[in-house]
C-alpha cells in the first residue's frame, strides 16, 4: 500500500496532532504518500483533501486540538453517505485510511469496511478514556492532569475559607477521568456512573470530617451522574452545609499534550501506518495493554464494553477515610 489518507472525528482531544504527525512522517519514511482530510468525515464526503509531508506537520507536536479539525456528519450515518465517502477515497486513489476518533468514529470507519471495502485502522482518541480494548486513549492523561491542575488551584482556596466543593468533570458514561483525577488529588468523594452512590453517605463522610478538624472537602463528581448544582441541593438539603460547585467544561479537552500522550500518539501511529504498508488484509485499531502496543480486529475491538476500575474505587474510599 502507498496512498493512504488520515482524518480525525468526535471531540477533540490532546494529542491528536502529536498521532497526525506520526503518521505522516512513519508513512513519509516508508515512501507511503500521505493525505489530510479535514473535518472528520464531513470533509471526506465533501472531498476536503490534500496532500501532506513532514513540513505539514512541523512544529504541531506541542498543540492541543486538531490541525485536520473535527466536525459532526449526520449524512456519514446513512448508506448513502458511507459511499460517498468511499467514492472519493477511491477517486483519490486511496487505499487506506487512518481514523483518529473514539467509539462513534470507530463505527463510522466500520462502516466504510463493511459498505465500500476500504481498509481502515483506527487511534483511540477520546478523553473519556471509554473504549473497552485498550487500558488508555489519547487525550486522556493530559485532561486527568488539567481536572487536577484546578483541583489543586481549588483546594487551595476552599481550605484558606474552610468550604466544601464540588467540581463537575467529563464524563457522561465513563468516571475514568474523575477516579483518577480525585485519586491524585485526595478528593474526600468521588462519583461516577457506573456505580450507585449513596447521598447519605456522602454528607456522613462530610460531618466526621468536621468533626475531625477537618472543614474544607473536594467532591469530584462525573457529568454523567447529576449536575453539580443537583448535588449541591441534595447535600445543602441534609446537613445546612454552604457548599460551592466549579464546573471545568471544554477546559478539559484543550491543552499542550503530556509526555504519555505524545509517546502514546507516536506509538499508536507507527503500528497503524506499519499494517497498511505491509497491507493488512482487514480493518484493526491500535491501543494498549499492559504498556505494551497492540491492535485488534475492529468488529472484535468495538465488542469489548468498558470495564470500570472498581479496584481504584477502592483503594480512593480507604484513602479519604
Known amino acids: ?28 519514511s516508508r515512501g507511503m504518500d500521505v493525505y489530510g482530510i479535514e473535518r472528520g468525515y464531513d470533509g471526506l464526503i465533501k472531498g476536503n483533501i490534500f496532500r501532506m509531508d513532514s513540513r505539514s506537520v512541523s512544529d504541531t507536536i506541542q498543540k492541543g486540538g486538531t490541525i ?6 449526520p449524512e456519514f450515518a446513512t448508506e448513502e453517505g458511507i459511499r460517498k465517502g468511499g467514492d472519493v477515497l477511491n477517486a483519490y486513489g486511496i487505499e487506506g485510511l487512518i481514523v483518529i476518533g473514539g ?8 462502516d466504510l469496511t463493511d459498505l465500500c471495502g476500504i ?33 489543586n488551584k481549588i483546594r487551595d482556596t476552599m481550605t484558606s475559607h474552610d468550604r466544601a466543593c464540588i467540581i463537575e468533570v467529563m464524563g457522561r458514561h465513563c468516571g475514568d ?13 468521588i462519583i461516577v456512573p457506573e456505580l450507585p452512590f449513596n447521598i447519605d453517605d456522602v454528607c456522613d463522610k462530610m460531618r466526621r470530617n468536621v468533626i475531625k478538624g477537618k472543614v474544607s472537602d473536594i467532591i469530584v463528581l462525573a457529568e454523567g451522574v447529576c449536575s453539580c448544582d443537583a448535588l449541591k441541593a441534595q447535600i445543602h438539603d ?12 471544554y477546559i478539559q479537552r484543550g ?13 499508536c501511529a507507527d503500528r497503524a501506518v506499519e499494517l497498511l504498508f505491509n497491507d493488512c488484509k482487514e480493518s484493526r485499531v491500535i ?8 491492535d485488534m480486529n475492529i468488529d472484535e475491538a468495538l465488542a469489548i464494553k468498558k470495564e470500570f476500575n472498581t479496584q481504584m474505587m477502592e483503594i480512593a474510599m480507604r484513602l479519604s477515610f
Do not use: Q
Open 1 to 28: 500500500m502507498r496512498k493512504i489518507a488520515v482524518l480525525t472525528s468526535g471531540g477533540d482531544a490532546p494529542g491528536m496532532n502529536a498521532a497526525i504527525r506520526g503518521v505522516v512522517r512513519c508513512a513519509n
Open 68 to 73: 485536520l479539525k473535527t466536525a459532526r456528519c
Open 287 to 294: 491501543g494498549t495493554k499492559d504498556n505494551k502496543i497492540i
Open 103 to 110: 467509539d462513534g468514529s470507530f463505527r463510522g470507519m466500520k
Open 238 to 249: 441534609r446537613t445546612g452545609v454552604t457548599i460551592r460547585t466549579v464546573k471545568l467544561g
Open 255 to 267: 491543552g499542550t499534550p503530556s509526555m504519555a500522550d505524545r509517546v502514546l500518539a507516536a506509538r
Open 119 to 151: 481498509r481502515c485502522m483506527g487511534i483511540p482518541g477520546t478523553i473519556d478514556n471509554d473504549l473497552g480494548y485498550t487500558d488508555f486513549t489519547l487525550g486522556f492523561d493530559t485532561a486527568v492532569n488539567t481536572v487536577l491542575d484546578a483541583l
Open 177 to 189: 477521568i474523575a477516579l483518577y483525577a480525585g485519586i491524585a488529588g485526595g478528593a474526600e468523594s
